[in-house]
């Protein structure tokens, strides 16, 4: 098969629970972990994924995402990456509580960051996550040419570079986001293009209810604690 007609998948993975009893919008802190059912989701992906052609696998460097790719690494005898383009979309809440029922939306002192949906305000701009996302994605599918590359990173930035790829647009409901927690969105390329996008998720079954796109918000329990 020549270079042009190579294909290459590449999986972009949302990791799995996290452990966060408080219900903090924990973005980019550090010390945020899987809980034991997130580690479970993980160990279900390296399952699923133990007899795919695996040859890379690079994970954000948040604790969350380097906890998930763990078992998939080792499944292959691979050394875990890092890439930082993965990290989790950049957020002005981060370290707060934002979810259903808790008041956030009615506190003046946050109406400055909601202005403007479609960039969005309140964080890092869509389009900058396409960029970094778009970057590491393809130097994923240089490092598995011809194989399986497993991405793990976070579910703002891959729903918004699926979207990206799918040619809709960035902003949207968060609520409709088809990436649940330990999901895998899986690029095809042929060569060096994308040509189709898959979606599945081999851990739902352990996935709580709230949690699963398109699932009514509970008070108390926002998605966005998932992240």
Not at 11 to 16: Q, V
Not at 91 to 100: D, I, L
């Amino acid at each position: 098969m020549s270079g042009a007609d190579e294909l290459t998948v590449v999986h972009l993975m949302r990791h799995g629970e996290v452990h966060n009893p408080d219900g903090i919008l924990y973005g980019r802190l550090p010390d945020y972990h899987l809980s034991d059912l997130g580690r479970q989701m993980a160990d279900r992906v390296a399952e699923h994924l133990s007899s795919r052609d695996v040859t890379h696998v690079v994970a954000s460097p948040l604790d969350r995402a380097q906890e998930t790719a763990t078992p998939i690494a080792k499944a292959h005898g691979l050394d875990l990456a890092t890439d930082g383009r993965l990290i989790e979309a950049a957020n002005v809440f981060e370290g707060k509580t934002f979810g259903v029922g808790d008041g956030a939306l009615k506190n003046p002192d946050n109406w400055k960051h909601l202005v403007n949906p479609f960039k969005p305000s309140w964080g890092e701009p869509y389009i900058e996550q396409v960029v970094r996302m778009m970057g590491a994605l393809e130097a994923a599918r240089v490092a598995a040419r011809g194989h399986e590359a497993v991405c793990v990173s976070h579910q703002l930035p891959i729903w918004i570079v699926r979207s990206f790829v799918e040619k809709r647009r960035l902003w949207h409901d968060p609520r409709k986001r088809q990436c649940t927690l330990a999901s895998l969105t899986s690029f095809t390329y042929r060569g060096d293009k994308i040509v189709s996008v898959g979606y599945s998720e081999p851990a739902r079954d352990l996935v709580p209810k709230h949690l699963l796109a398109g699932a009514k918000p509970v008070k108390g329990k926002s998605k966005a604690f998932g992240a």
